[in-house]
């Protein structure tokens, strides 16, 4: 059996943490290891890990949930003997063959596309604090089409929840260093399949994503109020320049001409004119997921 390492990232999780481990260790796959490290609590997460049947990295200073999940990465690469990684939030619960269909669509693109990056990701069903369903699908609540996971558009706009994330070992060394800019691992991992590898998508919600009130990002109320604040807002994709720089300058040597014009257009857009800005994202189908998102990055920008 593929053996599949599971990256758990842990700070003062002790109210939804016991639930999260149970539904992994209920998991119809079984041959997986978790590997977690504690960002630091101060509450009794520490006591609720030991015990589980999982390997705790020996570490307690606080580096945030990014840096910590590159640590846990880093460290499975160098030390466990795994070709798939799977990253975990303490605070969802999985659905019990989340592990085995999410292996079963990485098993197909392997099938079609060896030795090349590959990632697979999952859709989610939206809960509160108690488990009850807010939204059957996370993906059609926020209006994000998962097949529109072009180079050019997720450039533009995430489409992958990392808790969903399945990588191979292939896309996992490749995506390596996480350099400090990127947005968000899932984010940058995404960025890297479509360029380098292939993206698959399992459509249907294997997970339990629990929405409280200590998300670090969670799912929006896609309403009026939340679509007028969103378009108007003053904030433009200054975040997403950084990261299209970070990448350009990682991966310039792998890069074919084309996607190097285009980045190097992207990362200097904040100084074109009114016009060259929007030719730009004309020119290179630079768009987000969405009419009213569209017209908000054109008036922005």
Not at 76 to 83: Q, V
Not at 154 to 160: D, E, G, K, Y
Not at 219 to 233: D, G, I, P, R
Not at 234 to 246: D, H, R, T, V, Y
Request: charged share 25%; hydrophobic share 40%; aromatic share 10%.
């Amino acid at each position: 059996m593929l053996k599949i390492n599971i990256l758990l990232s842990t700070y003062n999780g002790e109210r939804y943490l016991k639930e999260q481990l149970d539904s992994l260790f209920s998991q119809t796959y079984k041959n997986f290891k978790i590997i977690v490290r504690d960002d630091g609590s101060n509450d009794r997460t520490m006591d609720i890990l030991k015990h589980y049947d999982i390997e705790l990295l020996d570490s307690h200073e606080n580096i945030g949930v990014e840096k910590s999940f590159l640590t846990l990465l880093e460290y499975a690469l160098k030390y466990i003997d795994s070709g798939y990684f799977m990253f975990c939030d303490q605070d969802d619960v999985w659905e019990k063959d989340k592990v085995e269909k999410t292996l079963q669509k990485m098993c197909e693109l392997e099938s079609k596309h060896e030795d090349m990056p590959l990632l697979v990701h999952t859709d989610l069903k939206v809960v509160d604090e108690k488990l009850q369903l807010i939204h059957n699908s996370f993906l059609k609540n926020e209006h994000i089409n998962p097949q529109l996971n072009s180079f050019n558009r997720l450039l533009m706009q995430n489409t992958i929840t990392g808790c969903t994330m399945m990588i191979n070992r292939r896309l996992a060394e490749l995506s390596l260093p996480l350099s400090n800019g990127i947005i968000m691992h899932d984010w940058w991992m995404g960025l890297v399949a479509s360029k380098f590898g292939k993206i698959g998508f399992v459509n249907n919600p294997l997970i339990l994503y629990r929405q409280h009130a200590n998300n670090s990002i969670g799912a929006k109320n896609f309403t009026l109020e939340y679509v007028l604040n969103k378009v108007f807002e003053k904030e433009i994709i200054s975040k997403n320049i950084i990261q299209a720089n970070i990448f350009l300058n990682q991966y310039r040597n792998r890069l074919d001409k084309r996607t190097i014009i285009m980045l190097e257009e992207v990362t200097g857009i904040e100084n074109k004119s009114f016009l060259r800005k929007r030719i730009i994202l004309l020119k290179y189908g630079l768009f987000k997921h969405g009419f009213i998102r569209n017209i908000g990055l054109f008036i922005k920008l």
